[in-house]
């Protein structure tokens, strides 16, 4: 018999009737206190219970983990020797996130004989997905799209929102919560630049190339007042239909709808508002631009982030030369 009570020590032993108890008053509080979705609390829930199983296997004492058990629980979920799914490192990280948030609850309800020793131990390091940027004719497909009026009330005014937010998203790199952001003392059109307010609410002065500042022009003089009308006078430059300021929600749908108008196939994955800051980056430097500026220019802390692009361009470039070079061609 297993410690926790199962027939075979890597199969599916009972929990515990503490950790079950502890398991029980977590999740309501997760529910009841941060609000949390059904699914999302049986995702909770499994990845916990197999958390405490490997506890009861091990007769570790939930409130006496030290942090050399979890890095020893990380290891069977990535190998399966517990008898579970290998899981990759996202999937384990998605864990060890479920777990930190038991043991700072139970350090909170002063259970823990032993703190949080979550706080300790790494998260799994994830491997740098590479961004799938646009060719520039898909750019400018989905640039089109968005200025083609639709139906309905406010149709015309609406074609040039999408087309103006569209271009500034492209136009600037800027994130989605960034453009939706916006204020109209942001923009000075006199200067081409706008002031964007990013993570942690660092603020940065980004160029604004002609293309976004001319669709910007006409929305401002010919779209936005008419959306201005039913709102409180909000300052925000994209404005909803109701007047006040375009969520990042209502933003995302434009590009959803500019994307199933461009009738884009053969992609990757599916357009979104980051896909234009990507293409953006991308298309900097495959024209020229130098790794740092273009940091400067996304707002990225680390330049580890912003060399993902420099990956896209060389492979890219790679492409380029396979297909072209005569040599490269047969191989040599």
């Known amino acids: 018999m297993s410690p926790g009570?199962?027939?075979?020590?890597?199969?599916?032993?009972?929990?515990?009737?503490?950790?079950?108890?502890?398991?029980?008053?977590?999740?309501s509080h997760l529910r009841i206190e941060r609000g949390l979705a059904a699914?999302?609390?049986?995702?909770?829930?499994?990845?916990?219970?197999?958390?405490?199983?490997?506890?009861?296997?091990e007769d570790v004492d939930l409130a006496a983990v030290e942090p050399e058990r979890l890095t020893a629980w990380l290891q069977a979920l990535r190998t399966g020797v517990d008898g579970g799914t290998m899981y990759s490192a996202a999937s384990a990280a998605r864990s060890l996130a479920a777990v930190r948030g038991l043991h700072a609850f139970l350090d909170d309800e002063r259970?823990?004989?032993?703190?949080?020793?979550?706080?300790?131990?790494?998260?799994?390091?994830?491997?740098?997905?590479?961004?799938?940027?646009?060719?520039?004719?898909?750019?400018?497909?989905?640039l089109e799209a968005a200025g083609r009026p639709g139906t309905g009330r406010d149709a015309a005014e609406r074609a040039l929102r999408?087309?103006?937010?569209?271009?500034?998203?492209?136009?600037?790199?800027?994130?989605?919560?960034?453009?939706?952001?916006?204020?109209?003392?942001?923009?000075?059109?006199?200067q081409r630049s706008a002031i964007l307010r990013g993570k942690g609410d660092k603020q940065r002065v980004v160029p604004v190339g002609r293309y976004a500042l001319e669709a910007l022009d006409a929305y401002l003089?010919?779209?936005?007042?008419?959306?201005?009308?039913?709102?409180?006078?909000?300052?925000?430059?994209?404005?909803?239909?109701?007047?006040?300021?375009?969520t990042r929600q209502a933003a995302w749908q434009?590009?959803?709808?500019?994307?199933?108008?461009?009738?884009?196939?053969?992609?990757?994955?599916?357009?979104?508002?980051?896909t234009l800051r990507h293409?953006?980056?991308?298309?900097?430097?495959?024209?020229?631009?130098d790794v740092r500026s273009v940091q400067e220019l996304l707002g990225h802390a680390s330049v580890t982030t912003t060399q993902l692009y420099t990956q896209v361009t060389v492979d890219s470039l790679r492409e380029t030369h396979a297909g072209a070079h005569p040599r490269a061609r047969r191989g040599a």
């Open 279 to 289: 293409s953006y980056a991308t298309h900097l430097l495959h024209g020229g631009a």
């Open 5 to 27: 009570g199962g027939p075979n020590p890597f199969g599916e032993p009972s929990l515990r009737p503490g950790d079950r108890r502890i398991l029980e008053q977590y999740l």
């Open 111 to 142: 259970v823990s004989r032993t703190g949080d020793p979550t706080r300790v131990v790494p998260t799994p390091s994830l491997p740098g997905r590479l961004p799938h940027p646009l060719a520039l004719d898909q750019v400018e497909a989905l």
């Open 39 to 57: 699914n999302t609390l049986a995702a909770y829930r499994r990845d916990l219970e197999r958390y405490l199983r490997h506890l009861a296997r």
């Open 162 to 190: 999408d087309r103006a937010l569209l271009e500034i998203l492209y136009g600037i790199g800027a994130r989605i919560s960034e453009a939706t952001g916006l204020d109209l003392d942001d923009v000075d059109r006199d």
């Open 221 to 246: 003089t010919r779209g936005r007042p008419t959306l201005a009308r039913r709102g409180a006078g909000t300052p925000a430059v994209f404005l909803g239909s109701r007047g006040t300021r375009l």
């Open 254 to 274: 434009v590009v959803q709808r500019a994307a199933g108008e461009a009738d884009l196939a053969d992609l990757p994955e599916p357009i979104s508002p980051h």
